[in-house]
């Protein structure tokens, strides 16, 4: 296989992971919306604490790694970007580490769900589930648009 090649395939295993990685972290904070309502210890919670637990632990993270690992290899093994030059590269960078930052938080809030030590509203819930979307939309326009 040659370098033209295995660069698309890395690209693409690099976007695909992204899109699962957004995915769950717009999802975890929606199944906290609904299970901060509930009774602690009824079905529905223990029900939540598994579908939270599984969505973190098998794909929200893999994720996580897999396009942290696609993008560095992105980055050193196919040089795609100037350091020097590419302001575009440093915004879109902290910004994935702010994402990473609040993919940790995300897994602090489910081990306190999963501790029935959860201590924070749907409505806080309803306002961080923003972020990654801000985040996202940034992020995109600055890999596509590169200012």
Known sequence: MDDGNLYLIVKSLHIISVIAWSAALLYLPRLFVYHSDLQKGSEASELLKVMEYRLG???????????????????????????????????????????????????????????????????FFRAINEVPTALIIIIVFLVILKP
């Open 57 to 123: 632990r098998y794909i929200m993270t893999p994720a996580l790694i897999a396009s942290w690992v696609f993008g560095l290899l992105l980055i050193f093994y196919f040089d795609v970007v100037d350091f020097s030059q590419d302001i575009w590269f440093h915004s879109k960078s902290l910004l994935v580490v702010i994402l990473s930052a609040y993919h940790g938080l995300l897994i602090g809030y489910m081990k306190k769900f999963q501790q029935d030590m959860n201590k924070k509203t749907h409505k």
